[in-house]
């Protein structure tokens, strides 16, 4: 039997756009503010985790 582990990631914002702009992530497949002014094809969840990456290298 097979239980799920809960995530310790968690769950972004929900996008604050019309729904026209809300699209998937990229990565993590949760809406977001993805399309037109001030899109992103990551969530701010995943974004963060992107620059912090950066960071360290």
């Known amino acids: 039997m ?3 582990a809960p995530s310790a990631r968690p769950a972004p914002p929900l996008p604050e756009c019309p ?5 998937p ?13 001030g899109g992103n094809p990551l969530c701010v969840v995943c974004r ?9 290298k």
């Not at 729904?19 to 699209?23: E, F, M, W």
């Not at 992530?25 to 037109?36: D, L, S, V, W």
């Not at 963060?48 to 360290?56: G, M, P, S, T, Y």
């Open 2 to 4: 097979s239980s799920s």
């Open 19 to 23: 729904p026209s702009q809300v699209g």
């Open 25 to 37: 992530c990229a990565n993590c497949q949760q809406p977001t503010h993805r399309y037109g002014h």
């Open 48 to 56: 963060a985790e992107v620059v912090a990456n950066q960071d360290r």
